[in-house]
């Protein structure tokens, strides 16, 4: 085999692909790229059994090969080849990958691809067209409330469903809680599907490259997208999400709106004295016109910050976690939000303040 391509189209399939393809001591072959030659075409393939990419670009060759490479030489090698190269050629003699361009030559030992698992194909499911940029600004900002433990797959999730014009997303540790509306596409029969949490940072780092549109297919256990070339495919989880609007407070008897700035910079200061717990105690008091956070730790001091706010409703004293309020300003886009409470070991829900209320976060107290 040898072949011909665009080294730019090169240095973006590998890029594409390698992050996906890890160490596996019991398939060893999944370590590697799989590249598949046919006319004119090379398709670059990577798979940890949990998500699996196909890239595919246009080449100069009559040849048809597959081969598997070591992902990790292969990427390194081509990441280092200077930025103004402008073919690469791909030879296998002997069983090796040479790899070279004007300036650079490179031999890489392959591995057998009989072993390399085919990447599934969804040939009856739901079809329908989305926006990349909008799938993954709704992945982005709830992603980070899913549980780290998969001890409950359902919650190790984010949750998307369709609800009247709206494409919902929803993550929950059983902590807190964030879900974000996008505007669905028309005719779109979603149902109810859980993409697993540790999939979504390559699902994101991948989709922000298709381009404006992207065909999406699903069933019960996959789902896939594809556009520019790319097809990606993820497992889905087979469970059930908990009702999350039974805890969505009906309405509040304290609410404090500000910059959310302000109450970063308030949150930043506080965190330096928080406990192990990343505890701070926030005091409300709409009279005294009072926003304060306070925090305690035995090891390094204590302190007290205020915040400049707009308060209504009743006086409030109540603890959270830090970082759990923190999490959330990332897929706030406003410049003011708004905190409302419902009393003492009640949650609390942020919301921006404007136009847009497509985003809704709620954090739960802590028990002093």
Same mark, same amino acid.
């Given at each position: 085999?040898?072949?011909?391509?665009?080294?730019?189209?090169?240095?973006?399939?590998? =890029?594409?692909?390698?992050?996906?393809?890890?160490?596996?001591?019991?398939?060893?072959?999944?370590?590697?790229? *799989?590249?598949?030659?046919?006319?004119?075409?090379?398709?670059?393939?990577?798979?940890? #059994? &949990?998500?699996?990419?196909?890239? @595919?670009?246009?080449?100069?060759?009559?040849?048809?090969?597959?081969?598997?490479?070591?992902?990790?030489?292969?990427?390194?090698?081509? @990441?280092?080849?200077?930025?103004?190269?402008?073919?690469?050629?791909?030879?296998?003699?002997?069983?090796?990958?040479?790899?070279?361009?004007?300036?650079?030559? !490179?031999?890489?030992?392959?591995?057998? /691809?009989?072993?390399?698992?085919?990447?599934?194909?969804?040939?009856? =499911?739901?079809?329908?067209?989305?926006?990349?940029?909008?799938?993954?600004?709704?992945?982005?900002?709830?992603?980070?409330?899913?549980?780290?433990?998969?001890?409950?797959?359902?919650?190790?999730?984010?949750?998307?469903?369709?609800? $009247?014009?709206?494409?919902?997303?929803?993550?929950?540790?059983?902590?807190? #809680?964030?879900?974000?509306?996008?505007? %669905?596409?028309?005719?779109?029969?979603?149902?109810?599907? *859980?993409?697993?949490?540790?999939?979504?940072?390559?699902?994101?780092?991948?989709?922000?490259?298709? =381009?404006?549109?992207?065909?999406?297919?699903?069933?019960?256990? #996959?789902?896939?997208?594809?556009?520019? !070339?790319?097809? #990606?495919?993820?497992?889905?989880?087979?469970?059930?999400?908990?009702?999350?609007?039974?805890?969505?407070?009906? !309405?509040? /008897?304290?609410?404090?709106?500000? *910059?959310?700035?302000? *109450?970063?910079? %308030?949150?930043?200061?506080?965190?330096?004295?928080?406990?192990?717990?990343?505890?701070?105690?926030?005091?409300? $008091?709409?009279? !005294?016109?009072?926003?304060?956070?306070?925090?305690?730790?035995?090891?390094?001091?204590?302190?007290?910050?205020?915040? &400049?706010?707009?308060?209504?409703?009743?006086?409030?004293?109540?603890?959270?976690?830090?970082?759990?309020?923190?999490?959330?300003?990332? /897929?706030?886009?406003?410049?003011?939000?708004?905190?409302?409470?419902? +009393?003492?070991?009640?949650?609390?829900?942020?919301?921006?303040?404007? +136009?847009?209320? /497509?985003?809704?976060?709620?954090?739960?107290?802590?028990?002093?």
């Amino acid at each position: 085999m040898k072949l011909e391509l665009n080294f730019q189209k090169l240095k973006e399939a590998i =890029g594409a692909v390698d992050r996906i393809a890890g160490r596996h001591m019991t398939l060893p072959v999944l370590s590697c790229i *799989l590249i598949e030659v046919k006319k004119n075409t090379a398709t670059f393939k990577a798979t940890n #059994l &949990d998500l699996g990419v196909e890239v @595919s670009v246009p080449v100069k060759t009559n040849d048809e090969e597959t081969i598997a490479v070591p992902a990790a030489t292969l990427s390194s090698f081509v @990441s280092q080849i200077g930025p103004n190269e402008q073919l690469v050629t791909l030879e296998t003699v002997s069983g090796n990958l040479h790899v070279s361009t004007s300036k650079s030559k !490179g031999l890489i030992k392959t591995q057998p /691809s009989d072993d390399f698992p085919s990447i599934p194909q969804i040939a009856d =499911g739901q079809e329908f067209s989305l926006s990349p940029e909008l799938f993954v600004k709704g992945l982005k900002c709830v992603w980070y409330s899913s549980s780290v433990s998969s001890v409950k797959p359902e919650l190790s999730s984010v949750y998307v469903y369709r609800e $009247n014009d709206s494409l919902v997303f929803a993550a929950t540790d059983s902590f807190r #809680l964030a879900e974000k509306r996008i505007k %669905a596409p028309a005719g779109l029969n979603l149902g109810e599907i *859980l993409v697993p949490f540790k999939n979504i940072a390559d699902i994101v780092r991948i989709l922000e490259t298709m =381009g404006d549109v992207m065909e999406v297919k699903l069933n019960k256990n #996959l789902i896939a997208f594809k556009a520019r !070339g790319i097809y #990606l495919t993820s497992r889905l989880i087979d469970g059930v999400f908990p009702d999350y609007r039974q805890i969505i407070p009906k !309405g509040y /008897s304290t609410e404090a709106i500000m *910059l959310k700035q302000d *109450l970063i910079n %308030a949150l930043k200061i506080s965190n330096i004295f928080s406990d192990k717990f990343n505890q701070i105690h926030v005091s409300i $008091n709409p009279k !005294g016109k009072l926003f304060e956070i306070q925090t305690k730790n035995s090891d390094v001091g204590e302190n007290k910050t205020s915040v &400049d706010s707009a308060l209504t409703g009743d006086p409030v004293e109540i603890n959270f976690n830090y970082k759990y309020i923190a999490d959330c300003f990332q /897929s706030i886009d406003s410049d003011s939000l708004s905190l409302q409470l419902s +009393g003492l070991n009640r949650p609390m829900v942020i919301r921006p303040v404007s +136009g847009d209320q /497509s985003f809704m976060y709620i954090a739960m107290p802590m028990n002093r």
